[in-house]
């Protein structure tokens, strides 16, 4: 058993799961502009309208929210009773669009927040649970939305501030993944958990420039630790770094000896085209979790992938520390995926 | 000859706000204020005035009229009624175009809803 304890903790910040941890199922909802995306195929569910049939952009994202779970219930073939734990964020004061939504669902919640490295925050501690023996079945999932994420971080669109072509376009949607114990479905093999780094970027719209030094600090714990390098994985994503952060990072790890060339991408950079009017790509908790449990996942269960890697950011920025001139610390969590059914 | 003065003045003022955004970093709201005071400054030197007759609407339809009016309510009322005028005048001149913002955005919001 104590040897079993220390395969588990490779190092201070990666986890190795030791049983047979799977991601079972997968869903997305989405908004318009995703669904016009060169992902759309692998969205479960897509409104053509931002309201997604409700009176406000916070209950649109709440809407999004218990599509992609509901979604997720049916494709597995079970019911919210059969789901011990729901581990979700998002980016809303208080993260009510995950609380809401959790009341609706009657699961018990874990609510977390990690800006947009959400997505893997929650997929790392649903591993871990599930691993651990703590939940049988637990799903991690979140979600954002354009709208309620410019109203809370920026100014409400009806305002019409301006944005430089270095700001992001948060992502309308939101996603889930059911974590269990052996089925079908990658396995969840690895968890880096990331340390907050602050490179004293003051722009909120410029969230790329901030964040890569947060997924390069990453990447190198996660790589150093298992012993691993980028070719050890056939993909290697970053949640939202898009086309500003997306060549720093790059550019970082190949000083550090790590050549990403081949292997990697940035959900910012593959949820729109560059037609699509989005500035420097995608952002938001939905940016890395509509790829992961939309386009990724299908990939990894049809054998197209084997190994990938997908470290999730967040600027972890309030409107009141930005205007109190505070710089934007950042983070990002990596979870490694292996193997398809 | 007064419409291409104005329309090249009106658009300098808007270049001063852009490059106050995009080389200066300043938001959206310290740009504002920062041409409503500049308004101000420039009236209190007495040269707005002599602007406006210059550069007709180019001058009076960007956001620097503002502060031009803000200071012409005040130094008017202050004239008559001491200092307690400054702050019974400042929006005396401006108090219209505020009232027209109130209402007409009120009206918007009924009729429309934002897109996103």
Redesign the interface.
Known sequence: MASQKQASRINRQTWHFTEDVRLQASAVAVGPKEGEGPLAAYFDKIHDD?YAGQQT?EDAERQLLEDAITTLLQKAGITGQDVDLILAGDLLNQNITTNFTAEKLAIPLLGMYGACSTSMLTLANAAALVNAGYANKAIAACSSH??TAERQYR?????G??K?PSAQWTV?GAGAGLVGIGGKGPRITYATIGKVMDMGIK?PFDMGSAMAPAAVSTFLAHFQDTGRTPDSYDLIVTGDLASVGYPITKELLLQEGYDMDQVYNDCGLMVYTPDQDVFAGGSGCASSAVVTYGYILDQLNRGLLKKVLVCATGALLSPVSYQQGNSIPCIAHAVALEGGI | MEYVIAFIVGGLICVIGQLLLDVGKLTPAHVMSTLVVAGVVLDFLGVYDKFIDFAGAGATVPITSFGHSLYHGAIGEAEQHGLIGVATGIFEVTSAGISAAIAFGFFASLIFKPKG
Do not use: I, K, S, V
């Open positions: 931002m952009w354009n709208a100014y409400p669109t009806e305002y501030g301006q430089p309308t722009d």
